[in-house]
């Protein structure tokens, strides 16, 4: 703020910061002369006895006396005096739509009957909120404090999500593991609850997004093993998938999993080994046993291909 006389001053948000979302000028009083100035995306709410007078929302520089007073509700009819101004506060506040980062600080543990403890589930994300209601404002949070932050909207959302996020997970949630498929459900329904709840202090919550869930890492460990097992498709092929990376991944002593993984690996190729060579026996052996000698192996008498011997009657095959 820059004073410009004894009698005058300028009323404005100088030292303007990108996540304050309402500054107060609390001066004891406005001189006659002063100045109101307000900058791209910021209103100016003017208060007295923190009741809300007025609201500006024109960008500009504008003289208080001629340009502000007459519109000002219960002070329109205000003079100045020569050594006495007028005992206000200035209510700046940031117009924009905020986007803010959550996550929970806690694993919430879902019902689930499949573990009685419950899953435990950690999530981030995204909202975004904006000023909607000065009244609300005012009366809630603007009466009391000289400045309201991002970090104070965060802690309150914070002082609620937990409920909201197991609520519609539970109501929305079709797969607890994979929740990110019904993301955007569970935020719109997040984003209702949490709007009632903070519009309370005239703030909207205008877009909640769950950019991830994220389990303990063995459940996680447990649903690529299921999700592994759905691509390979066959259970045969995955405990030879499993087994070749078990020993792939084993340290360079070698470890008792991996050297058993090994083993039963080694005992699968050679009994399959085992397997086919004695269907190929068994197929050669009755080729064999179908085929007749040349000669008989009782008087030696040529057969020529035939079943019994011509000279002694003998049966050949």
Known sequence: MGILNQFSNVVEWEEYRDDIIFWKWSNKEIKKG?????????????????KREGVFTEEGSFDIESEIIPFLSTLKGFKFGFNSGMRAEVLFVNTKEFTVKWGTKQAINIPNPQLPGGLPIRALGTFNCKVSDYLALIENIAGVKQQYTIEDIR???????DSFLM??????????FNLQANAIAIGNGIK???????????????????????????????VNKVAGQGMVGDVGKYQQVSMADSMANGNAGGSAAADMAGMMMGMQMGQQMVNQM??????GGMNNAGASPKFCPNCGTPTNGARFCSNCGNKLA
Do not use: C, H
Request: aromatic share 8%; no cysteine.
């Open 192 to 222: 209702e609850d949490l709007d009632m709840e903070i519009s309370k202090i005239g703030i909207s919550i205008t877009g909640f997004n769950i950019q991830s869930f994220n389990y303990p890492e063995e459940v996680q460990k447990m």
């Open 167 to 176: 609520k519609w997970i539970m109501q929305e949630g079709k797969d607890m």
């Open 278 to 283: 004695n269907g190929n026996n068994a197929g």
């Open 155 to 161: 802690e309150r959302v914070s002082a609620v999500l």
């Open 34 to 50: 002063s100045k109101l100035i307000i900058r791209p995306g910021q209103d100016a709410v003017f208060m007295f006895n923190g």
